[in-house]
């Protein structure tokens, strides 16, 4: 029986294949002629993104119904409807869909004058099939890529329109006739509106610049930094995972994808130097988790946020700062507790990448600075994204072996469509969403219920908003689970007076937190599966990991301090407290505190933590003390082992 080096039974690892899209879809692997078509199209696809708004700007609505239609294209290509369908070539009934959804752009082309005078108030009866075999286009392309509760939620918001006549309460309305309905929602009052803005301005770019961040191997670079710096630590195969999770979790924006794109490498690490199957799978579930709320590239759905709300993306990108180094340094403290208990060392530093070489090619970070800089200097976010493509194509001309030319250009062009049509059809579906919301006008009535159940209790309020985030975010990806509760939810959260930026901040975070959460935790089940380990064990230690940003984000309402909405002065306090806070919560947790404490010490310490999270003077005073009280008494008694 194979033996690693500290005595662990790896016979049966094996390398895993683990989809890279949360809730994927049946992909096919096209061959021949179809193969080289769809790999142009796709490609194409990006290239007239990067084109119309650097160059050649489009009137809004027919660029974004291009841009859903295209990705529909792709989409009916590379997606199979269900497990018997061909996996290797586009079968008759999916080129129908491709050529449906090509005529339905067409129609835009055509009569885009008349739409935009009529826009769904007295539409033509060519509007109305157009409408309602768009709307299906869009339910059946989201079904493929995202599964099956949008589609379904969607769905039930379409039956909401008709059947709100004969239903009580706050969720009656007088009716609308489905004929102007289905032209009403294929319009940009619908599913091209906000939401495919978002995917069609910004998403496409930054999915593009992490496509040509990977093809010109820097992702790559920053898995190697992270394992040359931290690998010959205690523990240190954790340690590297945790910042390549900052590090490539920033240009990947996908928990699931991060997962994936690493957890193939940094799991066998940790399982060499002892850790067991479910704490490796839930260090790199929660560090590729903390991705998506990592700057300057947050989740999707950060951009959805941008156009809902009217605030500067780079704004948006700013206040996650704060929460991010709360969120990783409470990663790291428990990865190093988990190896003091367990005394776990690191990797000799002769299997490690040389740090000397990996440092002269500092330069690959260059794209990130860049990017930075500019949305930082008041640039637009997809200007910004541009240059930074543009950038990491010249950054890669430095370095001879991964130098970007037009054979892996087309390669990155291609990955960034490929990854993208998730996104878009998420988008667009959940424009039907918000169309409907819009027209029916459930979204000020749920809002009113929503005060109704929370009285004037703010705290119940924002309860009731994380479970209803994290039931949206486990049937659906993330960027879908963010809209529905931005339309939804938000309203209620502001007319208790929470500002715009917390309330979205707020559910933007538990739709992230979703994908380590159980029942249904994708990126946790995505780890396990790599590392054969136990799913729901792995799920319930990746949210013990994760525990400060299920925390964090109710401290945004009582101090925006949090988000770094203050002077520096006023957050540098507020932030010394919240990190000693989180380091005392992972503490607790573990059960480590100078030595190892048992229960009676855990509890009051989980106590003390929150309390210096509170950006209160008061609480951080008192959970201060009660800290210095449970390390003295720690030191005076023998360490009992961790509970």
């Not at 286009?137 to 949008?150: P, W």
């Not at 704004?315 to 208990?341: G, K, N």
């Not at 994290?470 to 049937?475: D, H, K, N, S």
């Not at 931005?486 to 929470?498: D, E, I, N, T, W």
């Amino acid at each position: 029986m194979a033996k690693t080096d500290a005595g662990i039974d790896d016979t049966d690892d094996k390398p895993v294949v683990v989809s890279e899209e949360e809730f994927a879809g049946l992909k096919r692997t096209l061959a021949g002629i179809e193969r080289h078509l769809f790999v142009i199209a796709a490609a194409g696809f990006t290239l007239y993104h990067i084109i119309v708004l650097n160059l050649f700007p489009q009137e809004a609505l027919l660029f974004r119904a291009t841009h859903v239609a295209w990705a529909a294209v792709l989409g009916f290509a590379l997606y199979r409807p269900f497990a018997s369908a061909g996996a290797d070539r586009v079968p008759w009934y999916d080129w129908v869909l491709i050529i449906l959804s090509i005529l339905c752009c067409a129609y835009i082309y055509w009569e885009l004058d008349g739409l935009l005078f009529r826009a769904g108030a007295v539409p033509d009866p060519m509007d109305v099939w157009v409408g309602l075999i768009g709307t299906l286009i869009v339910l059946e392309f989201s079904r493929r890529t995202a599964g099956l509760a949008l589609p379904i939620i969607a769905g039930v918001f379409i039956l909401y329109v008709f059947i709100g006549p004969w239903l009580p309460g706050v969720l009656n309305h007088r009716g609308f006739e489905w004929g102007r309905f289905f032209a009403y929602i294929y319009s940009d009052l619908g599913i091209f509106g906000t939401t495919t803005e978002a995917s069609s301005n910004f998403i496409v770019l930054f999915v593009a610049f992490g496509a040509f961040l990977q093809v010109s191997k820097v992702g790559d670079y920053f898995n190697d930094l992270a394992l040359s710096l931290f690998g010959h630590l205690r523990g240190g195969p954790a340690k590297a995972t945790i910042a390549s999770g900052v590090l490539f979790g920033s240009i990947s924006g996908s928990s699931v994808a991060n997962v994936a794109a690493s957890g193939a490498i940094t799991i066998p690490m940790m399982r060499r130097v002892g850790y067991d199957r479910a704490t490796a799978g839930a260090v790199e579930a929660t560090s590729s988790t903390g991705g998506q709320i990592t700057p300057p590239i947050l989740g999707a759905g950060a951009f959805l946020m941008a156009e809902i709300t009217g605030i500067p993306y780079s704004d948006i990108a700013f206040s996650a700062i704060i929460p991010c180094v709360l969120f990783y340094v409470a990663c790291y403290t428990h990865v190093e507790l988990h190896a003091r208990l367990h005394n776990l060392n690191g990797l000799p530093r002769s299997e490690l990448p040389p740090l000397l070489g990996l440092l002269k090619k500092a330069y690959l970070f260059a794209p990130l600075v860049i990017m930075v800089w500019l949305l930082m200097s008041g640039y637009s976010a997809f200007r910004a994204g541009s240059l930074a493509i543009v950038s990491a194509i010249v950054v890669s001309w430095l370095d001879r072996q991964n130098a970007m030319g037009p054979k892996r250009s087309l390669e990155a062009l291609n990955m960034a469509a490929r990854d993208s049509l998730q996104l878009i059809s998420v988008c667009a579906a959940a424009g039907i969403i918000v169309g409907v919301i819009a027209l029916t006008g459930i979204g000020g009535r749920f809002a009113q219920l929503l005060l109704q159940l929370a009285g004037e209790n703010v705290l119940l309020a924002m309860i009731f908003t994380m479970v209803v985030a994290l039931i949206l975010g486990m049937g659906m990806p993330t960027t879908a689970a963010y809209a529905i509760g931005a339309a939804v939810l938000a309203p209620g959260l502001q007319r208790l007076g929470v500002a715009p930026l917390v309330a979205h901040m707020f559910i933007f975070y538990f739709a992230v937190v979703s994908a380590i959460t159980p029942p249904i935790a994708l990126a946790s089940f995505a780890a396990a599966a790599i590392a054969k380990a136990d799913p729901w064990k792995t799920a319930f230690i990746s949210v013990k990991m994760g525990l400060a940003v299920f925390i964090v984000p109710f401290m945004f309402f009582y101090s925006p301090l949090l988000l770094g909405q203050g002077t520096l002065l006023q957050i540098l306090p507020v932030l010394a407290t919240a990190l000693v806070g989180v380091i005392l919560l992972a503490c607790a947790t573990e059960g480590w505190f100078g030595r190892p404490i048992g229960w009676p010490l855990r509890a009051p310490l989980f106590v003390a933590a929150i309390m210096l999270i509170v950006p209160e003077t008061i609480t951080d005073i008192v959970g201060m003390g009660i800290a210095a009280g449970i390390f003295v008494v720690a030191r005076m008694t023998r360490g009992t082992s961790a509970a």
